[in-house]
């Protein structure tokens, strides 16, 4: 099977009467958890983006406080995930502000968490590394979002 252009999806679902494009959301969303995640963001939560921050943030916190912290190998493992659930989040809303609040956040919880990450080279490089896409995204903003995100940035060093 030939898998469709997105222009020739947007074609085809212009003609769909409303009922059968409900139909299609609801089978769209049997198939993958991210393409009901989607939909949730999409329905429930864009209306109030900073909702949904802050439940990311406590969701956040809450798989930071479950880390396995016997050795750097578990601790590393878990916070790639976290910080992988993190973008999945930002994919999401397609907001500016919204992913460098969230990636400044994963990076104060990687900060504060003990054991220190300094203790570990892979660790250290994720968090340098998340810092550095910070400064490229926090380039693209406007002035002034940018003079507020730089204080928070400046906190992590």
Do not use: W
């Not at 969303?29 to 429930?44: A, G, R, V």
């Amino acid at each position: 099977m030939k898998t469709a252009s997105v222009k020739e999806i947007k074609t085809a679902l212009a003609d769909v009467p409303t009922s059968e494009l409900i139909t299609l959301c609801l089978e769209l969303s049997k198939f993958k958890k991210e393409n009901k995640e989607l939909l949730t963001y999409l329905l429930f939560e864009s209306s109030s983006e900073a909702s949904f921050i802050a439940d990311i943030k406590t969701e956040t916190i809450e798989q930071f406080s479950l880390i396995n912290t016997s050795s750097y190998f578990y601790i590393k493992k878990s916070v790639r995930k976290i910080l992988r659930r993190i973008k999945t989040y930002i994919r999401y809303s397609k907001n500016k502000e919204t992913e460098l609040e969230l990636l400044l956040f994963f990076c104060q919880q990687m900060k504060s968490f003990k054991p220190s990450i300094k203790g570990s080279d892979a660790l250290h490089n994720i968090y340098k590394r998340e810092v550095i896409n910070i400064n490229k995204k926090l380039l693209k903003l406007h002035e002034d979002l940018q003079f507020d995100y730089l204080e928070d940035l400046k906190k992590l060093g």
